[in-house]
């Protein structure tokens, strides 16, 4: 039998960010064919997934190995909390503070973006160090 190795892996986060930004981009580039105002609506509906998500895997991937393994929970379910909270913290703030929202394209895109995040980790695998 092979001796069974064990292997640090890392995953990619600046390429996973990437793609999501190219996402957002064509995303946003088929909603200003319809109007400036759905354009940007429909980036701003982006960046409210992209920025929380962002800062939770800041958060959560600053700690490795089995040493760190409780700092890592604990941090992973702060990290989610404060996701959350900035999530719907920027949702109000569109709603409140930007006058010329176009709805539909925000909300359109905030989903097809998280649908799009899920993808995107199914694609994005962690890979071994070199």
């Known amino acids: 039998m092979k001796a069974r190795q064990s292997r640090i892996t890392h995953v990619p ?3 996973w960010l990437i793609i999501e930004f190219i996402s957002l981009g064509i995303i946003s580039l088929i909603w200003l064919l319809h ?3 759905a354009g940007y609506s ?6 409210i997934f992209i920025v929380p998500n962002a800062w939770f895997v800041h958060r959560v ?4 190995g089995a040493r760190s393994a409780h ?6 379910f702060r990290a989610e909390s404060i996701k959350i909270a ?7 703030a569109v709603f409140t503070l ?6 539909p394209a925000l909300l359109f895109t905030f989903a097809v973006m998280v649908l799009a995040g899920g993808v995107i980790r199914w694609l994005v695998r962690p890979q071994p160090w070199r």
């Open 13 to 15: 986060l600046a390429r």
């Open 42 to 47: 429909a980036f701003i509906g982006g960046l």
């Open 98 to 103: 930007i006058e010329p929202v176009h709805v």
């Open 61 to 64: 991937y600053r700690y490795q």
């Open 86 to 92: 900035l999530t719907a913290v920027f949702f109000a």
């Open 71 to 76: 700092l890592m929970v604990a941090s992973m």
């Open 35 to 37: 109007s400036v105002l």
